[in-house]
């Protein structure tokens, strides 16, 4: 069995969704950001750098309990555990590693914090939101044209697709005129969100 420490964030999406492909056992363990619930001593014991998600497998390797944070890695674990959603082949999985990471070190932190700065802030910092807006639109770009000529970002479905779709439902959300211009995201937006899985991952908590 897993246990899911998780939030309504775009992060904690991702494990949620991936859990739900994956058939995975788990169970879920709310994290109220709120509440500064991540930074009890509880928590801390299980991520150091309270930030969710993070997953506590009590079979991991060699039949150990495994503690995991950071999404991108909880993502690659599970897929390795479960044998799905990651290629076994060297150039496949390097395929998928590198639309994981543009997703990690691009997407997630560029949207999130044009999503802070232009929507939860109460003081709107205008320089702060236009250099978000012009990141967020390169890197919409970016996935516009790779998606022209694939259904997924990196070959067949895999842990890229389930990393970088929640960010962009919350992110279209705040802001449509971002999207409006983009041809193919759409349309792999409503590719991946019409997987019976990815609907489910998207409620939890």
Do not use: C
């Not at 690659?76 to 998928?96: F, I, M, Q, S």
């Not at 067949?156 to 999207?179: H, K, Q």
Request: net charge neutral.
């Amino acid at each position: 069995m897993i246990d899911l420490y998780t939030f309504r964030t775009p992060n904690g999406r991702k494990a949620s969704i991936a859990l739900e492909e994956l058939g995975l056992p788990y169970t879920v363990k709310v994290v109220d950001l709120t509440r500064g619930e991540q930074l009890k001593p509880e928590f801390l014991a299980i991520n150091p750098n309270n930030k969710i998600p993070a997953i506590v497998d009590h079979e991991g390797p060699g039949g150990r309990p495994l503690t995991l944070f950071e999404s991108g890695a909880i993502l690659l674990y599970l897929a390795e555990k479960a044998g799905a959603l990651l290629p076994t082949d060297a150039r496949g999985k390097a395929e998928v590693t590198q639309w994981l990471m543009f997703q990690m070190g691009g997407v997630g932190p560029m949207l999130g914090q044009l999503n802070f700065f232009g929507h939860f802030s109460a003081q709107k910092d205008a320089f702060a939101i236009e250099r978000f807006q012009t990141e967020a639109r390169r890197l919409l770009g970016v996935l516009d044209r790779h998606l022209a000529s694939r259904d997924y970002l990196a070959g067949a479905y895999s842990i890229a697709d389930i990393a970088t779709y929640p960010a962009l439902v919350t992110a279209r959300g705040f802001f449509p005129e971002l999207f409006q211009t983009l041809g193919h995201v759409p349309q792999w937006m409503h590719r991946v969100g019409s997987r019976p899985a990815v609907q489910r991952g998207m409620t939890i908590p």
